[in-house]
Every structure is written in structure tokens, then in C-alpha cells.
């Protein structure tokens, strides 16, 4: 039975586990992955959940080292992976770009993908082609964070 909780415990996502540990509330993670997606989308930067928690002050660097440890290293995504909702769909729902931009930037994204370049997130690519601001991007990631505020699943 220990082996079977461990194995749970293994499978949780590193924010989720946090959370449980009270090592963190939902809100520093909806945070954490809020300043993610940020990274990525606005310096083509990846962050990892725990490098956050961590460079905010939210856990320490045992704490982080745990819940490694304890979660195998599994770490949330972007938040459109998890809402169902994508960032493209979101900035023409807003009125931000229209779908040909996002298109276009589809398109992009699929061409340096074959290239072998960095792959970049479709919001990344359309605040570097000029179709968003950086403002724009923020609201965008705030409607895919909202959706994320219900509880977390333990």
C-alpha cells in the first residue's frame, strides 16, 4: 500500500504537490505559471514551475529538491494545454489579432518546427510578428489562468 501512495504521489504534478505539502497555496502556483508563460511567450524562455516557486521566495531549494524527488520530476504545462483552450483561439475570441494571424503564425511555428529551430509557443510568434503587445499577451494568459482557479484535483 505504501508503494501504491508513492506511485501517486509520483504522478502528481509538481504544483499540485506543492500545494498539498503546504509548501505553497493554489494562488503562488496559478502565479508561478502565469510568470511561465510569460517567460516563454514574451523572452522565448522556458521556466520551470519549481525554478519559479523557487525564485520567488516560495520554497527553498531543499523544498524544491523534495518535491522533485516526490514527484519525478513532472511539471505542469502551459496553461492552454490544460484548459482545453488555446492561446491563438483566446486573442481572436478578444479581438486582439484575427484568424489569419493566428494562421500565419501556425504556419510558423510548423516550418521552424521542421527546421529543427527552437520551438516557440503561437503567442510568442505572434507578439514577434507585431500582431499583439505585450499587453495583449498578459490579458491573454490571464483568460487561460482564470480558467485554471478551481480548485486543484489531489
Known amino acids: 500500500m505504501a508503494d501504491d501512495s ?14 498539498e505539502r503546504g509548501m505553497a497555496t493554489e494562488q503562488q502556483v496559478l502565479d508561478a505559471l502565469r510568470s511561465q508563460y510569460n517567460a ?5 524562455r ?7 516557486l523557487l525564485l520567488n521566495g516560495v520554497i527553498n531549494a531543499q523544498q524544491l529538491s523534495e518535491l522533485l524527488r516526490e514527484t519525478g520530476e513532472m511539471h505542469e ?18 479581438g486582439f489579432c484575427t484568424p489569419a494571424q493566428v494562421f500565419e503564425a501556425l504556419n510558423i511555428q510548423l516550418a521552424e518546427d521542421q527546421r529543427g529551430d ?23 494568459i490571464d483568460h ?11
Do not use: C, W
Not at 522556458?46 to 519559479?52: A, D, K, Q, R
Not at 527552437?118 to 491573454?140: K, P, W
Open 77 to 94: 504545462e502551459a496553461e492552454d494545454v490544460h484548459s482545453g483552450r488555446f492561446f491563438g483561439d483566446v486573442a481572436v475570441e478578444l
Open 46 to 52: 522556458h521556466l520551470f514551475i519549481g525554478e519559479v
Open 40 to 44: 516563454k511567450v514574451l523572452l522565448g
Open 118 to 140: 527552437r520551438h516557440r509557443l503561437i503567442g510568442e510568434i505572434l507578439y514577434s510578428m507585431g500582431a499583439l503587445t505585450a499587453e495583449q499577451v498578459r490579458t491573454v
Open 144 to 154: 487561460l489562468v482564470d480558467r485554471m482557479q478551481e480548485p486543484m484535483q489531489t
Open 6 to 19: 508513492k506511485e501517486r504521489a509520483r504522478n502528481k504534478l509538481f504544483g499540485v504537490r506543492a500545494v
